[in-house]
């Protein structure tokens, strides 16, 4: 394994970095873990600012955490600042790349919006939103499957996909509040039931 | 810049920037392994800022612009209400305090992430967010009974959506691009000009 990097990081250095994260916002259809790929071949195999574990342990921290998934982003440019061995250069990072992965693409999804509120009566317009309803549908089933079905694990894996059926059913049917389902599932995982 | 003109419905409104704040705080907070499977439920039936049929409209355009669906929707709310100020103070509220969890989750990560039981907590957990997705498809597979498309032709959508992007692997661009477009087509021809 590769060690930690210590950096000395430049302006210039930042600037790239602040450049880079701008134009994969623009990209970023589907989400900012789309180009995690992308991030990891910038961060970690050409600029060397971050090692492996670092890059991967960012991605699953906030996994883990509630909140949106993006904040990977900032987990990311926190731990860039902290290879060069500061708390306030960390926090700086974080600046960095959260600002350059919310500025184009919040920018250009503020004005879709209000030219898509303001036309809302245009056949285009109505076209479009209900044209895409099974879609989005369809891909929040997608969604599930793949985080359902993402176990290497045959001997226990039909438990897995019992306590996501019994977890759609709970919800789609009835009342109950989804963290007492998300505390369940935490406790059985904890001990090894699922 | 002016807030976005209002169609007279009967559903709520939110009252105020800090009440943007704290409903997309709470929405965020919820959110273990990504935000979209609270967001239904927090905004539809909780504030009932929106009804079903509008969370699949804006969704689909929260899902079409670049950026993470969850973000993009919590501007577009903000701005429906109160402008740049709303989709400001609906993004803090999306972000501020996950941040701050995520950094103090990173600084203890190194020392029990590979404690087997938090392991299979996490397992555990995955499940129970895959369930939660599923059981917001269901919910929202019923505003397709007044979808234009009618029915048939709406699970017939789906099911190639789901082929497409489960079995084959394609990527969402490709999916919303290729399908997305023939969706829109069929709806175009189908409602009145």
Known sequence: MIATPILAMHPTDWLSLFGHYLYLSALSVGGAITMAPEMHRYLVVQQHWLSDAQFTSSIAIAQAAPGPNILFVALLGWNIGLNTGSIAVALFGLCITMTGILIPSSTMCYLAARWGHQNRDLRAVRAFKQGMGPIVISLLGATGWILASAHNNPAKDWRMWLLTAATALLIWRGKIHLLWLLAAGALLGWFGIV | ?193
């Open chain 2, 1 to 193: 810049m002016q807030p976005l003109p209002q169609t007279p419905t009967d559903r709520r409104q939110p009252k105020s920037l800090a009440d943007l704040f704290i409903a997309f705080s709470v929405l965020a907070l919820q959110g273990f392994g990504g935000v979209a499977v609270v967001a239904q439920h927090e905004l539809v039936e909780r504030t009932r800022w929106m009804t079903n049929e509008e969370f699949v409209e804006e969704w689909a355009v929260a899902q079409i612009m670049p950026g993470p669906n969850i973000v993009n929707m919590s501007i577009m709310i903000g701005a429906r209400s109160f402008g740049v100020p709303g989709a400001l103070a609906a993004l803090a509220g999306m972000l501020s305090i996950p941040l701050v969890l995520v950094l103090l989750l990173a600084l203890v990560y190194s020392r029990y992430a590979s404690h087997p039981d938090v392991v299979g907590a996490m397992r555990g957990m995955g499940a129970v967010v895959a369930g939660m997705i599923f059981a917001m498809g269901l919910k929202l597979s019923s505003t397709m009974k007044t979808n234009p498309l009618g029915i048939p032709l709406c699970i017939a959508l789906g099911v190639a959506c789901f082929i497409g992007t489960v079995l084959l692997r394609w990527p969402l661009l490709y999916v919303l691009l290729g399908l997305g477009t023939v969706s829109c087509l069929l709806t175009y021809r189908r409602i009145k000009p």
